[in-house]
Structures are given as structure tokens and as C-alpha cells.
């Protein structure tokens, strides 16, 4: 596991300046995109933003990008943390595997 700073984007809103682990990170085939899998924690003002099992865009400061769907939101001190996973799933199972 091994840290990342980003954003997500929320059709037209982005959350910015986040910091969180990656699990898992797995080039998509045929395509520019990353399915990505791990955690993110967020901010008192943007948790209003985010609900469980909606998709965001989570875009890596090193340009990194793919689709994510939120699994949980557990409360940490004054953040939250949202688990994430990708949209099509990894290639291996993994307890947070949508495919």
C-alpha cells in the first residue's frame, strides 16, 4: 500500500487537494484508464459531496486516472474515509471487486 495525493471529480464539482493509500492499481487494458482500489480522507466541507455506491473520476497527481465507485464512508476525527474500488473491477478478487 503506498500513499497518493488527487482529486475526484463529481460530474461538474472537483474535490481537491486529497491525500490516501492505494491497495491496488492495475493498468485497464486497451485503454489509459487504471482501476484502482483503496482509500481516500476527505475533509469536513466536501463530505457532504460523497454517498456510497456513486461513481467519481479519481484523478492522481501523477496522472493517473479512473473510474471509482465509494464502498464505505467511515468517520475519523474531524475527516472521513472513503473506501474506494473500481468501476469494472481488478484482475484478481478482492473483497471490494465489483466485476
Not at 43 to 61: C, G, K, S, V
Request: charged share 25%.
Amino acid at each position: 500500500m503506498h500513499t497518493f495525493h488527487g482529486q475526484l471529480h463529481i460530474g461538474g464539482m472537483t474535490i481537491k487537494d486529497l491525500e490516501g493509500e492505494l491497495r491496488e492499481e492495475a493498468p485497464q487494458e486497451d485503454s489509459g484508464e487504471w482501476l484502482l482500489e483503496g482509500s481516500v480522507r476527505v475533509d469536513a466541507p466536501a463530505q457532504a459531496h460523497l454517498e456510497i455506491n456513486r461513481t467519481y473520476r479519481l484523478q492522481l497527481d501523477d496522472g493517473r486516472a479512473g473510474q471509482v465507485i465509494v464502498r464505505s464512508l467511515v468517520p475519523e476525527a474531524d475527516r472521513l474515509v472513503a473506501e474506494f474500488c473500481p468501476c469494472c473491477g481488478l484482475p484478481r478478487e478482492t473483497p471490494c471487486a465489483t466485476g
